[in-house]
Each structure stands twice: as structure tokens, then as C-alpha cells.
């Protein structure tokens, strides 16, 4: 007789090491997400870190100046293409021509000094 054993969820998806990302700065990464592989932004303040998907809602633009490199002022993130304002915290537009918006979150954690895609159901 066969006998089921619970499905043990996968390990975690490790975008980067967490001292990769300068504190109060950002990075980009490439991330495998269940549409595919896409451009994450990883925003750190402290050991916290936010992730968006690395696309403008605007008109479909990455955010980076430069791979891996965005325009941080105080606590914003600024499109590189048309100047849209998106608040660091939760990724709402607060300036620009998508006013109002927010970029998509990407749910990610810090594991032993590891920044992870957070599955569904983790943490």
C-alpha cells in the first residue's frame, strides 16, 4: 500500500545576498516568477527589503537609468523614462503620468542574510 507524505514546499528562490544591495539603495535582479522570468526592483532600508516588479505601470518600462540602477531621492523611486514618482514604501505613484498607480509588489524576505522570493504560504 502506497502511503502519502505531506509535500514539502521547495526551498526558497535566492535573488541575492542581502549586503549586495547598499542600505537605502537598490538593486535589479532576475527572478523566476510564476509568468516567468522577470526584472525585480530590490529596495533596502536596514535589513528590510520591499520588491516591485521592475516595470513602470506607465508605459511599460524598466525603472533603472542603467541595469541595476535607479534614481532614489528622500523616499522615492523615480522612472528613469518619463519621471514618474513612486513611493519606496508601498510603490504608489505620487507624480507623473501614472499618478495614482502602483508598481506590482513582489513578495520577498531576508533569510540568514539572504534576500528570497517569498512563496505563497512562506514566512
Do not use: W
Not at 528590510?48 to 542603467?66: E, F, K, S, T
Amino acid at each position: 500500500m502506497d502511503t502519502a507524505s505531506p509535500l514539502e514546499s521547495p526551498p526558497p528562490q535566492v535573488l541575492c545576498p542581502l549586503d549586495q544591495i547598499p542600505d537605502g539603495g537598490a538593486t535589479a535582479v532576475d527572478a523566476m516568477l510564476a509568468d516567468g522570468e522577470e526584472s525585480l526592483i530590490l529596495l533596502r532600508q536596514g535589513e528590510q527589503v520591499r520588491g516591485y516588479l521592475n516595470i513602470c505601470p506607465h508605459a511599460g518600462n524598466r525603472l533603472d537609468y542603467a541595469p541595476g540602477k535607479f534614481l532614489l531621492k528622500n523616499d522615492t523611486l523615480i522612472c528613469a523614462v518619463h519621471g514618474a514618482t513612486f513611493n519606496r514604501a508601498d510603490g504608489l505613484c505620487t507624480g507623473g503620468p501614472c499618478r495614482g498607480q502602483h508598481l506590482r509588489t513582489v513578495p520577498v524576505c531576508v533569510i540568514d542574510d539572504a534576500v528570497c522570493l517569498e512563496h505563497a504560504g512562506s514566512a
